[in-house]
């Protein structure tokens, strides 16, 4: 086939091809680059094939899959780019539809594995919540169908569904453990009032074994209303005892001074104790008031030393 040339430069009459000068003018024509050898039918130049259809789809259902089972810590197999680079570059990337089943078969096992694990520690934390009788019968039924869904080749369904289970799961365990840390928290502040004489408003053994038999019975709303009441009883009786106490026990450093006894480290910790109720921790403040009159030898334990009477009046010297 003839090569095509450009009009001649000079006159711009038409070439047949292949003179070296124009036949009208007579100019040199200048035979520039050669022609570059033409495509092959069905593929465009400068482009290869790509994926369409199906392979598209199983593609983008692999990606989906990752990012959902991203939470179960598991990495889920993904076509090997050398693979989708030879897809793309084949004439049918369809053909191709083998490979990615095949790597559909490894996800899912992986998947599945996961999910079992995931279902033991599951039922674990599921008894925990039922000891406290939180019901966790529907749960138990939808994890049974994540499994199934799972095994049956519904991946993304399962991770769906196990996405929803653990999250309520996870917040029925939040309920209990605040429930839980604060009557703990409760019960420790009634312990220390009643270590450094400051009347709780319950006796911190009998309302303990209360509180826990509430927690037990799964009562959690009914709970937390009794602990936020009985914090208010505290707060409102430390309040009006608390600063007493403080100044009391400051007098007290302030005569051992006097005395020629170094109390440098047990002032800064009453001040600090009392710094932390004034900023709203009472807990902080009174472990801390209680670890320094423990120290110190100072509370119900050694009166005399302290120099404060049973009722918690300063004694006269």
Do not use: N
């Not at 030879?86 to 599945?112: C, K, N």
Request: hydrophobic share 35%; charged share 30%.
């Amino acid at each position: 086939m003839a090569i095509e040339r450009a009009p001649c430069p000079q006159c711009g009459s038409t070439l047949d091809g292949g003179e070296d000068s124009c036949p009208v003018c007579g100019a040199v024509i200048d035979p520039g680059p050669q022609a570059i050898a033409p495509v092959a039918d069905g593929e465009p130049a400068g482009e290869s094939g790509a994926p369409t259809g199906e392979f598209a789809r199983r593609q983008a259902r692999l990606q989906q899959w990752q990012e959902q089972a991203e939470p179960l810590g598991v990495r889920v197999a993904q076509l090997p780019s050398w693979a989708e680079g030879a897809a793309r570059r084949s004439t049918d990337p369809d053909g191709w539809l083998e490979v990615v089943r095949g790597v559909e078969r490894l996800a899912q096992r992986a998947v599945v594995t996961a999910l079992e694990q995931w279902e033991r520690q599951t039922k674990s934390r599921l008894s925990r919540l039922e000891a406290y009788s939180v019901d966790g019968r529907l749960e138990r039924e939808q994890m049974d169908d994540v499994l199934h869904a799972a095994r049956t080749g519904e991946i993304s369904q399962a991770l769906t569904t196990y996405q929803q289970v653990d999250r309520v799961v996870t917040l029925k365990e939040k309920h209990l453990d605040q429930a839980r840390d604060e009557l703990e928290r409760l019960v420790s502040l009634f312990r220390d009032m009643q270590a450094l004489r400051l009347e709780p408003p319950v006796d911190p053994a009998e309302i303990a074994d209360d509180l826990e038999r509430e927690l037990r019975s799964g009562r959690l709303a009914p709970l937390k209303q009794q602990l936020r009441a009985l914090r208010l009883q505290a707060m409102g009786r430390l309040k009006a005892s608390l600063p007493e106490y403080v100044s009391r026990y400051g007098e007290y450093l302030v005569r051992e001074r006097s005395e020629g006894v170094a109390v440098e480290v047990e002032s800064a910790e009453l001040a600090r104790g009392a710094k932390a109720f004034v900023e709203g921790h009472p807990e902080e403040a009174l472990r801390r008031l209680r670890i320094l009159a423990q120290i110190h030898s100072v509370g119900p334990s050694a009166e005399s030393s302290a120099g404060l009477d049973p009722r918690g009046a300063s004694r006269t010297a």
